[in-house]
């Protein structure tokens, strides 16, 4: 499985090419933002009829990084669903590939913006997760070791091809990509995620995960780009 | 029909006399449907309004009488104008009025709840009149319907919906008259065919032609170059004849060329001739100014694009430069008809080849055009992406039955073939978003609700009105002066993103300096300090036409070519001595090393897009059989492509099973196909296009079409709007059709000729701009370098 190690905090993490965060020493995987049931909500607000097609995609994509990592603790960090009356649609197939991930691990659920509430899936539900140096949590905070998700990072190495998802990281702070598969991103040059780094370095996902330095840039947003709902 | 004794004053004052073709329509002014085909300059659209006016001439008609409807919102404003000419000099009780998005909405209420006698207005501006409840009051009382330019409407997908839409208008007043209006095209029956309310017949009528054009290919001192298309070598040939005619028009294929055109001709200018530019990405404003001046007769040439194309008149153009080669005879014919409005004077033009190869192909379009064999692609079936928007639209006007709705799309004579079970793919498709996985059953967007179906929620009229229309212009930036409000044009998103802070390029025929992006738009200064950087926004890029590149490949077997000036028949000679020249039947590959790098060039003569689907097709082929291709180019005639080995036996690439796997597979995942399927869907209604809330807001929750297109590929790979993107790759930027055609055409007969350095034909292709790398494995390596190398640089490398 391709992966980028870095260093954070004192500890030594692989940032997944897939999306998600790897953490050897604990057996800990940690995935943000899968917004699950995306397209029922958007049916449901605005009578867009997205295929629905995306919980089976990200799930199946979960459960590949499952079956290659065997982690012992499973982080779901926030935004998990896209909302809650969502995730009351996940399908019965869904919900047993969900079942099968879970069978034998500790599960953790971090409340995000849009999945506030304990939805009715086993695992453990969380506004926090503390862990050694590390901390896991929806939307960043000041608190150095923050390991959060909520902003769907998206970078481009300037010159040498488009935008992909990425991790985004300093001393003091890590951010997820969305893992879901109908997700958007932000920037990682919007003023938003640039107020929150010093210096970021970014690990690009998709085929193989690349870390590059982030430099300020004056790119246009790229065409097609769909509204879906807020993060 | 008799014309009443007020005209015959009106024209007889005017030192006018009935045209026989205007007669004819008066005559005819019952038939159901009519067509007549009439040069520009012809008193066509009179002819089409002649019947009305008469009609209405005695005051005893209340409400809607006659809408027309014109590809152009400016040209439904000149026929305005025009219109009230005779209306006010005979004192006609004839109210006109136009209808276009321009319109204030103040004026567009009143129009609804009380409609004048004449409506001018656009496809798009109908579709959404027949979207209201109230559509039946409004139209009660219609008598006639006039399309004008229906041949340029013909050609895309506004047509299919205009028609679509007349269907409607039809069922609403069965005693509707449908009259077409077309300039001369190689196929009148097909578009009679498609006016017609089907299967009813619809009578051709033909103006007199007038005198055949006089056209020649404009002789410059200097030789044209071996490739390229700026044309640059002919400004001063150019310029002479500006000078020696009162106004001339310079149309140019792309709009980028029309700008560097421009740009060029102005430096060259040294008398100050008051030239202009005028295309479609200009500002309106912009385009306006021009527009009027010429009107007025303040210019003496105006540099332009498709946008002139269509019949408004442009008062006195007494000569029309076509630069670059006209890559289809009809668009040709069409734009020489903008010289001269005089009917029964011959119109001047001069063909301007803007490299070698064009030179032939200028050639051979004069030889077409003198003998009258115009071009043109059959059109497929109506395009079911319309349809689904069609069946939305009819939702909002209220509850329907399928039944009906078929009965009248089946009167189009595009959707004459439709079968039901296409139809209601379609209707499924709008009702519950026609996924194999049924997850919308409470979601769904139309309820059956006793024999009708309905709009599940009544709000979602809004979005579907909205949405109405099939012109895809989503992917273009305003670019405004810094501190500045008005915009100076607009370029393509593409082209923006390649731009970095103080690069220069050409818009409106200044020289602007990149600075930055401002939320929606490119902010520019006007510091021209250095030379421009080409503007690559692409207009419409027209491949050339299978009845053109067919009559260049039968040049070729002449033995000589005495219609040919000496540098280019001395060039095709050359060809013919070191390898062979292309023949119709036959497909010739040529390889030669170049560079370090082995070359081989295929020419199929299959068209710009399809030259470059066959690209695609080929390096991949290639990169199966360990040829490592790195890159290739494509021109309208032959596809070039560079590797680390040499082709030895090019037959098997051909191999016609295998080019329809890769382009299933492959090509599948191709960003054309992504392009093409977007532009699908978001008339479909599966993609919006204008939302009510605002673009800004929320800009990490909006993702891309394209992995709606991955999705679907993946899940649901017989989902109706994949079936309709792989149709309509067929046509259009992917061109699949006319690979088909080349390897149905050539059956596997392939001539490989192997030398030692480029060929005659092949070097100017070594010039060829548009080179596009392969993104194999390499790529990614590259990507990976360049972030290792960042890493380094930013002293990152152990974080």
């Not at chain 2, 809408?67 to 209306?87: E, F, W």
């Not at chain 2, 567009?108 to 209201?132: C, F, G, M, N, V």
């Not at chain 2, 292709?765 to 080179?771: A, C, D, S, T």
């Amino acid at each position: 499985m391709n992966a980028y190690t870095l260093t954070f905090c004192d500890t030594t993490l692989r940032a997944l090419a897939s999306g998600a965060l790897w953490w050897p020493d604990q057996r800990l995987l940690c995935v943000s933002d899968l917004h699950l049931c995306k397209s029922d909500r958007v049916a449901r607000r605005s009578g867009q009829m997205l295929p629905p097609y995306e919980t089976r995609e990200t799930l199946a994509r979960l459960a590949a990084d499952i079956t290659a990592c065997d982690p012992t603790t499973v982080i779901c960090l926030g935004d998990s669903f896209d909302d809650l009356l969502a995730a009351e649609t996940l399908s019965a197939e869904d919900a047993g590939s969900l079942t099968a991930m879970q069978a034998g691990r500790q599960w953790i659920w971090i409340e995000g913006n849009h999945d506030p509430g304990p939805v009715e899936f086993g695992g453990t539900h969380l506004a926090a997760y503390h862990c050694g140096p590390l901390v896991f949590r929806h939307i960043a905070t000041a608190q150095p070791g923050e390991v959060s998700g909520h902003y769907h990072p998206k970078y481009a190495i300037p010159g040498a091809g488009s935008a992909r998802p990425c991790f985004l990281f300093d001393r003091r702070r890590l951010i997820l990509p969305a893992f879901g598969a109908y997700t958007g991103g932000l920037r990682a040059t919007d003023p938003v995620l640039a107020a929150l780094f010093d210096r970021p370095c970014a690990v690009l996902t998709g085929r193989r995960a690349i870390a590059v330095p982030v430099t300020p840039s004056t790119r246009p947003v790229p065409p097609g780009r769909l509204r879906g709902s807020r993060p | 029909m008799n014309l009443p004794p007020v005209f015959h004053d009106w024209f007889a004052a005017r030192g006018w006399s009935v045209h026989p073709h205007q007669q004819d329509m008066l005559d005819r002014a019952d038939a159901a449907s009519l067509l007549l085909i009439a040069p520009t300059g012809g008193g066509k659209t009179l002819a089409g309004f002649l019947p009305t006016l008469a009609e209405l001439a005695d005051g005893g008609h209340d409400g809607l009488h006659t809408l027309y409807v014109s590809p152009l919102k400016a040209l439904a404003a000149d026929i305005k104008r025009n219109l009230r000419t005779p209306i006010d000099e005979m004192g006609l009780p004839i109210r006109v009025e136009d209808r276009t998005g321009d319109t204030t909405a103040t004026a567009k209420k009143r129009q609804r709840a009380d409609p004048p006698h004449i409506l001018l207005t656009t496809p798009e501006s109908l579709a959404l009149l027949t979207s209201y409840e109230d559509a039946p009051r409004m139209f009660a009382g219609l008598q006639r319907i006039v399309v004008d330019e229906i041949h340029a409407l013909a050609e895309s997908k506004r047509g299919d919906q205009l028609m679509l839409a007349l269907s409607r208008l039809q069922a609403m007043c069965p005693n509707l008259r449908r009259v077409g209006l077309s300039a001369t095209v190689e196929d009148p029956a097909a578009i009679a065919h498609g006016l017609a309310c089907h299967p009813d017949p619809c009578e051709i009528l033909y103006a007199d032609p007038g005198p055949d054009p006089d056209i020649a290919m404009l002789v410059t001192r200097e030789r044209p170059p071996w490739s390229g298309g700026n044309a640059r070598h002919a400004i001063p040939a150019v310029l002479e004849q500006v000078k020696q005619h009162k106004t001339t028009l310079i149309f140019h294929n792309t709009r980028a060329q029309a700008e560097l055109f421009f740009h060029n001709l102005w430096l060259a200018n040294d008398t100050d001739l008051p030239i202009g530019i005028h295309h479609g990405s200009l500002d309106r404003a912009q385009r306006e100014k021009v527009e009027s001046a010429m009107v007025r007769g303040d210019l003496r040439a105006i540099v332009c694009t498709g946008s002139l194309d269509l019949g408004i008149d442009w008062g006195d153009v007494d000569l029309v430069i076509q630069i670059g080669a006209p890559k289809n005879v009809k668009r040709l014919i069409q734009r020489i008809g903008r010289a001269n409005h005089r009917y029964n004077a011959p119109s001047k033009a001069l063909l301007v080849p803007a490299n070698r190869f064009e030179v032939v192909e200028c050639v051979a379009a004069l030889e077409a055009a003198r003998a009258h064999d115009l071009d043109g692609d059959p059109k497929g079936a109506g395009p079911r992406d319309v349809l689904c928007q069609h069946i939305l639209i009819r939702a909002c006007a209220g509850p329907f039955d399928a039944d009906d709705l078929f009965t009248e799309v089946q009167t189009v004579g595009a959707f004459s073939s439709l079968t039901r079970a296409e139809f209601d793919d379609c209707l499924d498709f709008c009702a519950t978003g026609g996924y194999a996985l049924r997850a919308y059953d409470r979601w769904k967007r139309l309820l059956l609700r006793d024999g009708l179906w309905y709009l599940r929620d009544p709000r979602a009229a809004r979005d579907i009105r909205m949405n109405i229309g099939t012109i895809q212009d989503a992917d273009r930036l305003k670019v405004r002066l810094k501190g500045g409000f008005k915009p100076l044009g607009e370029v393509e998103e593409a082209f923006a993103a390649q731009l970095t802070k103080g690069d220069t390029f050409l818009i409106g025929g200044e020289i602007v300096r990149y600075e930055g992006l401002r939320e929606v738009s490119v902010e520019v200064t006007r510091r021209a300090d250095k030379p421009p950087k080409i503007a690559t926004f692409m207009g419409t890029k027209f491949a050339t036409s299978t009845q053109l590149s067919q009559r260049v490949l039968r040049m070729f077997q002449q033995d000589d070519w005495p219609q040919l000036p000496g540098h280019t028949s001395d060039w095709l000679h050359m060809q013919r001595r070191v390898s062979k020249l292309p023949e119709a039947d036959r497909i010739l590959v040529e390889s030669f090393p170049h560079n370090d790098r082995a070359h081989t060039c295929f020419y199929g003569f299959a068209g710009r897009n399809a030259q470059q689907t066959l690209g695609l097709l080929l390096t991949k082929r290639m990169e199966e059989e360990d040829l490592d291709p790195l890159g290739f180019v494509a021109t309208d005639y032959a596809t070039l492509v560079w590797g680390l080995n040499p082709v030895t036996d090019p037959a098997p690439l051909f191999v016609r099973d295998a080019m329809l796997d890769g382009f299933n597979d492959w090509l599948g995942g191709n960003a054309v196909m992504k392009r093409t399927f977007r532009a699908s869907a978001t008339i479909a209604g599966l993609i919006q296009r204008n939302l009510p809330q605002a673009r800004k807001s929320g800009r990490q929750a909006t993702f891309s079409s394209d992995i709606l297109y991955d999705t679907l590929a993946k899940y649901d790979p017989d989902h109706l709007m994949l079936q309709i993107t792989r149709e309509e790759a067929l046509r259009g930027l992917v061109d699949f059709g006319r690979i088909e055609e080349m390897l149905t055409r050539t059956a596997g007969r392939v001539d490989h000729v192997t030398l030692n350095r480029p060929t005659p034909l092949a070097a100017p292709m070594l010039l060829e701009m548009g080179r596009i790398p392969i993104k194999g494995a390499g790529a990614e390596r590259l990507m990976e370098d360049t972030a290792a190398q960042l890493m380094r640089d930013a002293g990152l490398a152990d974080l």
